[in-house]
């Protein structure tokens, strides 16, 4: 792709740029064709969830965009990611300078058995950092970025493995947010949490794409609707649409789309 091509990319939807640009994804799984011709682009500061019944390749889809999926043994992928212009499916893309530029949060809650703080501190001091003032910075920033440093502020040394499965998924979300990624990639996750949890982290969601760009896999349509700026449906690993949420869920074009959110089946 030329440079005028990239910038074009960039600057397409009403000059919003675009974080990630897919074009003609497929990926199989051995004889398994679980991605066909996905095109799906991501917009900067915006919400952008997957939805689809179970199987049809959304957090197939999300795992390509960290390059996850390749530490699965017989997977193979055509086509192309653009994550800011660059292709990362390249394999001349360095993979670690893309895992500091996308942060991932899992549909469990998955704190390293450590204390709170040295869960935040856990990326950032494999970046190098190493002074003292600077770590408490991030810890205090990012805990307050998630929405949980006044729930934890006066127990940072205690095990994380100590909170609740709402306060560690929060705590998930700081550590990522402590390397300052450019997106967040969310595998389903509220799926694992009551729900007052669930509307903090929806809450919290609203104020973090004004810094970070977030996909989101939810199988929570009600939660698509309430939270994200625009909605793919997927169906046995194609895009059937894709558009702002708003019109997914008022006016559908197509069919299956209708059938899936009017919960005709799924
Ligand atoms: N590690 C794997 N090895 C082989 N096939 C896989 C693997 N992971 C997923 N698949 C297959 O790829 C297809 C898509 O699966 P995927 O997990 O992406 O769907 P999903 O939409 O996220 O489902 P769910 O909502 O149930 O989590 C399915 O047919 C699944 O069986």
Not at 138 to 143: A, P, Q
């Amino acid at each position: 792709m030329s440079e005028t091509q990239a910038q074009m990319s960039m600057n397409e939807n009403d000059g919003n740029k675009l974080v990630y640009k897919t074009n003609g994804l497929n990926l199989w799984y051995g004889e398994n064709h679980a991605l066909k011709d996905i095109q799906l682009h991501v917009v900067e500061n915006e919400v952008t969830a997957i939805i689809g019944p179970s199987g049809c390749g959304k957090s197939t889809y999300i795992k390509t965009l960290n390059r996850m999926i390749e530490l699965i043994p017989g997977v193979k992928t055509t086509g192309e990611i653009l994550y800011r212009g660059r292709n990362i499916l390249d394999k001349t893309y360095p993979v670690e300078e893309l895992r500091t530029k996308v942060g991932m949060v899992f549909q469990k809650p998955n704190p390293f058995p450590k204390s709170i703080y040295e869960n935040v501190v856990y990326g950032p001091r494999i970046h190098g950092i190493r002074d003292k003032k600077i770590l408490d910075q991030i810890v205090e920033k990012s805990l307050r970025g998630a929405a949980i440093w006044d729930e934890v502020k006066d127990r940072l040394q205690t095990n994380a493995y100590g909170l609740s499965g709402g306060q560690q998924q929060r705590l998930c979300i700081a550590r990522c947010m402590a390397i300052e990624p450019d997106v967040i990639l969310m595998d389903e996750p509220t799926s694992a949490l009551d729900p007052i949890s669930t509307l903090k982290v929806e809450e919290l969601l609203q104020e973090l794409k004004k810094n970070f760009s977030i996909i989101i896999v939810t199988h929570n349509m009600q939660q698509a609707a309430r939270i994200s700026d625009k909605t793919a449906f997927f169906l046995n690993g194609e895009v059937i649409e894709f558009t702002k949420t708003s019109k997914i869920f008022s006016n559908p074009s197509d069919k299956r789309t209708e059938d899936y959110i009017t919960g005709r089946f799924g």
